[in-house]
């Protein structure tokens, strides 16, 4: 209320956009990501979820690890020129290609296309966290988007699915901006119908 009693807009309600996301509509990989970005923007600000980076915080720790040995190497081949320095080589080598592929593994039966894990706080403290996941494909030269979103109950451990799966073109104008206000609505429809299967459980 303002000093006549008026009511006053909130200035912190969500906003469907701030600025127009614009990329090149023949890119895959660009368009994907607008539409990953633009799922998120209404999961994490829309809905108030909290975003976990558990899931990518593992892939970066491999990754880490990998380039760890490989920088061992190269200064152990300084300190101890080859030939002496071949077992500690060898061994890192190893290490380094054993990494890749447990990396690969991760991101292909771990991660499975998830760009987002979104934590819905209990609003009493007292239960675990629920859990929302979204992932999606597009394939190169394909141009139909399909978006999975994943809710796990904290307490009960029981997971919901709903997928959706359409044309980017029904998002996206001719110049390549992204239309959110099309968006916007298919997020929140899937999380309404996960939400509204929840309630009759």
């Not at 023949?26 to 809905?47: G, H, I, R, S």
């Not at 760009?115 to 819905?120: D, G, N, P, S």
């Amino acid at each position: 209320m303002d000093e006549n009693g008026d009511e006053v807009e909130n200035d912190t309600k969500w906003n469907i956009e701030e600025k127009p996301v614009k990329i090149d509509k023949w890119d895959t990989a660009a368009v994907k990501n607008a539409l990953d970005d633009a799922a998120k923007k209404v999961m994490k600000e829309k809905f108030g979820y909290v975003e976990s980076h558990r899931l990518m915080d593992l892939r970066l720790l491999i990754c880490t690890i990998a380039v760890g040995f490989s920088l061992f190497a190269l200064v152990w081949d300084y300190l101890r020129p080859f030939p002496e320095s071949r077992p500690v080589l060898i061994i890192c080598v190893l290490s380094y290609f054993v990494l890749m592929g447990i990396l690969t593994l991760y991101t292909t039966y771990m991660e499975k296309g998830i760009f987002l894990v979104a934590l819905q706080k209990d609003e009493a403290g007292v239960d675990p966290d629920d859990r929302w996941e979204l992932a999606s494909m597009l394939k190169k030269y394909d141009d139909m988007y399909h978006l999975s979103m994943t809710f796990q109950d904290g307490k009960t451990g029981i997971t919901r699915t709903k997928e959706i799966s359409k044309c980017v073109a029904n998002y996206f104008d001719e110049n390549g901006l992204l239309c959110f206000d099309l968006f916007e609505p298919e997020i929140t429809q899937l999380q309404s119908k996960i939400s509204a299967e929840g309630k009759k459980d």
